[in-house]
């Protein structure tokens, strides 16, 4: 390795951000359980609070239109299984979840679950070839099955190529068919400007460790109407929605890493943009047949996600060589067994199997230098080139 | 040991030659070693890293059920074994990674097995993974991606002779030798594979190493199933895949003796589950001799009949340069061993044609009993491996089941 490691997987979990790690630290001798009615119990209810509303205020929602959580797959979890629950009560014959094919795992395996055990149907929506929300598919599912959906989600951006869709608009449409909207907001919390707050949102998801947090701790932005059936229950904590003693210090490194990703957004987006560009143009240009996923419209794509496919190579052989060179990168989606499938995402976009193999995503963040870039410029065509070489040499040998 | 006299080498005895390293171990090379998440592959992977090798572990998923936790004995592929590859890894301080062969298995072995025993033989599908994946597609992907050497955790050794060219041997433990599952392999893939556990003398020194170097999996139990059959019901399993259709079952002069629910059930051998209502005259059991799937016939008959001395097989390998007798044809004495772990037998063995292919002739000079085609005939001058073949026909010289053929 002719270099220090290189970390281009900032979408998987990014470094603890100085504020964060700071809150942490000072805090990290508290003794007392919010939920006890003595002064350190005091104390530390005070401080969940506050965190609370920092975080609550970074965000743009009210303090009691937000619950913790240990990440953002309890936080869609909770959202979809709880609110698919609370209608179905209310209408047994809702049992329609609306949906697209390029969901995280933590709301696709939900859904498919609910399918499989709880009697729900899936609608799922068909996305453009640039990833982005067929519209027209979209109203024509809700005006055809509207009153029998219980639920309708939407990512706000894309994990593995970094779509931003247009929320605010799915939002509008799914409050005048009367059918709550999740967003899993993991991905762009801190990252692009959103509005938690939009018009017709029911929930949405963020995590800590995507900006900045600890992993650990999470919110779902829930709003005052919804009632979710939950799916812990114990000591009644988060509108008795979601029990479990609080994580003091988790909440407040995460608001302090809220406070810092959201007040600096704008010039990091910028930072992390232009450097991503240049990892863009430099693959294109240095490893033949690349191909960028996503929308031509940078501004629909997250700052600091670069996916491509390298058509031949396969994503995991890529991933290998590249990882030996010091540099660490991501097929995007891993099973537990650590064999990376054909992206879902991609296939939802109407990819080949074949092709959704052989997929990478580079992911930058705070950081990341251009020197990071240079790295994987100087490696990637050989990591590419192998990785094309090894797939017919694993294929089978004629007999 | 082709240019050595044979006088100098009894058999038995190991032939190594002074420069006789089964890869220049000095020199640093890029190692790719093989960790199934046992004891074996985990020491050997740590003595190349010991040895000053870049090393790196790899486990091979090959579940098409990625993720299932198996209880009872062991086998690949869970999730267990991938973690404990991994934990090994650590350990050793080498990265590690799960490459999928998953498609690749199930196409050359799992579904391989199935069509055998769908032909009336009995294959063996370690053997076959250690043709098709573990020293074909695992070896050719290192290879194209930079890597000099494969390392597993098997016991047999690699040697050079004179010419530098790789020889295949029996390891030093007689007990554990895996030379027989290893007899598929060709000289080109010989080139690339490090086997350290060689020369151990027994496993409890391998899990005692083990042990010293705080590897987790040093009293893990050693795998003996077939792992794509978890609970060991080979029948049960291929029950389920393979139609069975009612067919007579025939004694050894073509009488019929009843009905079989399916001749794919049965394989040569075996004794139970005949169900045959009615006692042989005279009174002792009867064994299957003879599968014949395209009759849908099965062929019993006495124990004394299992016994064979004639083996034909086809579609011979050379585990390194080919013995001079391929070219003439003569007559060499070797020995034979059937299966892992069964006792070699002395014969008389030639590579010769047989319908326009490469087969070679076995003439026992004992016998063997309950040889099934499809299975390997491992072929040993001294402990060196000189290649197999798969058998075609197996039959004892007093009484051959094809002559059966006109009577039924
Ligand atoms: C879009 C998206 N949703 C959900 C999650 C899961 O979040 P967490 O790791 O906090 O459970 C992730 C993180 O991988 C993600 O990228």
Redesign the interface.
Known sequence: MSHAPVYLDHAATTPLSEAAKAAMIEHLGLVGNPSSLHGPGRTAHRLVEEARERLAAAMGVHASELLFTSGGTESDNLALKGTYWARRRLNPAANGILLTGAEHHAVLDTVQWLVEHEGATAHVAPLTADGLLDQAAWEATLADHGATLAVSTLMWANNEVGTVQDVPWAAARSLAAGVPLHSDAVQALGHVPIDLGTAGLASAAVSAHKIGGPVGIGALILRRDQKPVPLQHGGGHERSLRSGTLNVVGALAFAAAAEAALAGLEAEAARVRALRDVLVSGVLAGVEGALLSGPADAERRLPGTAHFTFPGAEG??IL??L??AGIASSTGSA??????GPSHVLMSMGASEADARCVQRFSLGASSTPGDVDALLAALPGAVA?AR??GP??G??DR | MEGAPRAAHPAGERQRTPQALQKDTTVAMKILAAMSGGVDSAVAAARAVEAGHEVVGVHLALSRMPGTLRTGSRGCCTIEDSNDAFRACDTLGIPFYVWDFSDRFKADVVDNFIEEYQAGRTPNPCLRCNEKIKFEALLDRAIALGFDAVVTGHYASVLRDEDGRVQLHRAADDAKDQSYVLGVLREDQLEHCWFPLADTPSKALVRAEAEERGLGVAAKPDSHDICFIPDGDTRGWLAERIDLAPGRIVDQEGRDLGEHRGAHAFTVGQRKGLSIGHPAADGKPRYVLQVRPKENRVVVGPGELLEVDRLVGIRPSHAGAPHPAVATGEWIDALVQVRAHAEPVPARVRWNQRDGAPAVEAELSGSLRGVAPGQSMVLYVGTRVLGQATIASAHSSAWNPDALGAAL
């Open positions: 995991d052989t290998f060589m990882d030996m099973c537990t067994a650590g064999v990376a192998a070489a090894a040499a694993a089978r040998r």
